[in-house]
């Protein structure tokens, strides 16, 4: 079974999102966990604007409590997602070199933008964008996290 950790600042809104994705495409054959970088947020439930977008997008994030990452969740995770460059470069230094390879974007090249203090309709875009990225991580022309 793949093991798969995404990562933001928060575990607020993009991170939580992925989780719910991820795990709907890949069914059993994933298990997928949700941190962030910052404690803010730990036992909160999501966003509720990134729960309304989720629940659009038919996905339920009313059970999610916010995370914030641990030594433990680099070491159990195939591949750590990060939603942006800022988290990513957080990641390699939290990490120390250990698991570099294990370490990417969620979206390669790009930054999933954080919906935070925006408007309803940023955050169904915000969704709608991680929503799509999971064939990238799932599916049969996955490409290798790095």
């Not at 054959?29 to 977008?53: C, E, F, Y």
């Not at 997008?57 to 591949?79: E, S, V």
Request: proline residues 6%; charged residues 25%.
């Amino acid at each position: 079974m793949r093991k798969l950790l995404t990562v933001c600042l928060g575990n607020h809104c993009r991170s939580p999102l992925a989780q719910v994705a991820l795990t709907r495409r890949g069914g059993p054959a994933v298990t997928v966990r949700s941190a962030g970088l910052i404690g803010k947020w730990q036992d909160h439930p999501a966003n509720p604007s990134m729960i309304n977008a989720a629940r659009r997008l038919g996905l339920d994030l009313t059970h999610h409590r916010g995370q914030q990452i641990t030594r433990q969740d680099l070491d159990w995770a195939d591949d750590l997602l990060a939603m942006d460059a800022a988290v990513l470069d957080t990641l390699h230094a939290i990490d120390d070199g250990r698991d570099a390879q294990k370490l990417g974007l969620y979206l390669p090249g790009r930054d999933v933008p954080d919906p935070v203090g925006q408007d309803e309709s940023t955050f169904h875009d915000c969704a709608v964008v991680i929503e799509a990225g999971t064939a990238l991580h799932i599916g049969p022309h996955r490409p290798k996290s790095g």
